[in-house]
């Protein structure tokens, strides 16, 4: 996307995501490490509104994660005044949703609007819309977490194996 952020523009694009890869630069430990997973994303549209995110895949990296699954489930709203973007974790059920942030246009892309406080963990959020993706890049830091997750959304099935951080800025 040139120019402004548009959640008219995001929207649109939440609707026809259909496939993720997520990207996790853990800076805890020692030395840094570098995990890679890809999956598939069912997209509900709530009669609210909201689209919810079923999301599974698995880890691909070799070693100890290489091949475990995994699930998340996120819902996306806008705010009541249509002036924010929504994501909520939907860990438990649909009914008790866990807020993590509120994602407002700021110039090219969104930023959380304040960090989400989970303990000791501060969570911030930017989501960059680009042709035919949407990356959410997560940036955690506390007293034992420092990690960057990358999560890409595509709208076809078929993933570039390898991300890097670097593309997410130069649509």
Sequence with gaps: MIGEASLEAVWEALARVRASS????DESSEPPVIMRARGSVEVVAELSGAFVFHETGAWTDAGPAGGVRYSDVLRWSLDRDGRALNVEHLRHSASSPVPLVALVPKGDHFESRMPHECGADSYTARLTVGPS???LEWTVR???KRYTAVREYT???SLIASISLSRYFSF
């Design 155 to 157: 709208s076809t099935a």
């Design 133 to 135: 993706r949407l990356v």
């Design 142 to 144: 506390g007293a034992r």
């Design 22 to 25: 997520v990207e996790i630069h």
